[in-house]
């Protein structure tokens, strides 16, 4: 039973629902249909924390990233053990993120096995698509830049059936939608400053 301050027995995560509220305020789109999709995203947060959790049956926010490597010549995608479509790295936020850069991070870390990662605390795009979470709902999937260290070496993890680099103009298929309109965002991001570890 859902109440304001407890969902399923965990306290709800009021931070990082107020990080959620304030990144997406101040946060200038990158297409048109972003723009539309964080304001929906608002709306849908605007229920409060229980938005950030799996248990929200409207749909519930997560948080993705697009990995460039060190020269920002290839993106690390993988090969999603479920939907078996390429696909950006990340996944849902838990109780101890106290960010969506950080939630972002802290997934991209577990699903490539690479330390020393670095991100824009801006997001590069906001998508709403359906998912079959919780008997079918929505991802309201807030999108980062992430940059590599020089020489990482990837892992991949269970949620994966493989991981690779790829050059911007070559993505593999089947590709999942939405996954290559995050290339020119993530680029720009690299461009217009040092990324740096999550707060």
């Keep these: 039973m859902l109440t304001p301050d407890v ?12 990080d959620a509220v304030a990144v997406l305020r101040r946060w200038t789109p990158t297409s048109a249909r972003a723009a539309e999709a964080r304001d929906r ?4 947060i605007a229920a409060g924390p229980v938005a950030m959790t799996r248990a929200h049956r409207a749909g519930h926010v997560t948080a ?11 993106v690390l995608l993988c090969l999603h053990g479920k939907f078996r479509r390429w696909v950006q790295l990340g996944g849902h936020c838990e109780p101890a993120d106290r960010t969506l850069a950080a939630a972002a991070l802290r997934e991209v870390t577990e ?7 670095r991100i824009d605390p801006d997001p590069i795009d906001v998508d709403i698509h359906p998912v079959s979470c919780q008997g079918g ?17 990837v892992r991949v993890s269970a949620e994966s059936e493989d991981l690779g680099w790829f050059p911007p103009d070559q993505l593999p298929e089947p590709l999942a939608g939405g996954t290559s309109q995050l290339i020119g965002p993530a680029l ?3 461009r217009r ?3 740096r570890p999550a707060p």
């Design 111 to 117: 699903e490539s096995g690479v330390a020393g990662l």
């Design 7 to 18: 969902v399923e027995g965990s306290p709800l995560n009021t931070q990082l629902h107020a």
């Design 64 to 74: 993705s990233a697009l990995v460039l490597d060190a020269t920002g010549s290839r």
């Design 137 to 153: 709902s929505f991802h309201y999937d807030v999108r980062f830049a992430v940059l590599a260290p020089p020489g990482a070496e």
């Design 193 to 195: 400053a040092p990324l």
């Design 41 to 44: 995203t608002l709306d849908l």
């Design 188 to 190: 720009a991001a690299l």
